[in-house]
């Protein structure tokens, strides 16, 4: 993340969107389960608000920078944080009882790594988990402040099949002008 991006992420008023806004809008009629894992949490706004919610949280974190910012703060808690590439999860197989991520995909370089993660997370996650998936859509004022940046959104008309593709079943995509919120189940 470029430093602005990276400011605003760590920002209060952006802790204000995602618990009042962006979290309820996913998590509504959502159960999660008991161990759950979170990509891409950057500095851990959405872990915060997670880990209140779960019994056991893995946030699986790409940059070395922020998993060990994320790891030292989450140091006693019931989150562990693995500093990894979720593309290629280093985890057992039909582990998790749910899976998320919040506003991360579009930093996902490509189409085809951004497919290995929805088959990766489908890879670890339990039968009958529950994946949960929320992003941005593609705007010029977010392309602006990627600046610098990986900026890569996802069309949410793609989805249902991405998602199917990747093993999961009973999909819904919802989506708005800001952004989508995608629920779907590993058979």
Wanted: hydrophobic content about 45%.
């Amino acid at each position: 993340m470029n430093e602005t991006h990276l400011e605003l992420c760590a920002s209060d008023e952006w802790r204000e969107i995602v618990t009042e806004r962006i979290l309820p809008w996913a998590l509504r009629d959502v159960a999660l389960g008991p161990d759950v894992i979170e990509v891409g949490p950057g500095p851990g706004i959405t872990t915060d608000a997670l880990r209140t919610a779960v019994a056991r949280l893995t946030a699986v974190e790409l940059d070395p920078d922020l998993a060990g910012a994320l790891s030292d703060r989450m140091h006693g808690t019931n989150v562990e944080v693995l500093h990894a590439d979720a593309t290629a999860l280093p985890l057992e197989d039909d582990r998790y009882s749910g899976a998320v991520s919040f506003t991360m995909l579009h930093h996902v370089p490509t189409a085809e790594l951004q497919d290995r993660l929805l088959a990766e997370l489908a890879r670890v996650l339990a039968p009958q988990g529950v994946l949960v998936l929320s992003d941005s859509v593609a705007s010029d004022d977010l392309a602006a402040l990627h600046h610098d940046d990986v900026y890569n959104p996802i069309d949410p008309s793609t989805l249902p099949a991405r998602l199917a593709r990747a093993g999961f079943t009973a999909v819904d995509v919802r989506a708005n002008e800001f952004g989508f919120v995608a629920h779907a189940i590993k058979p």
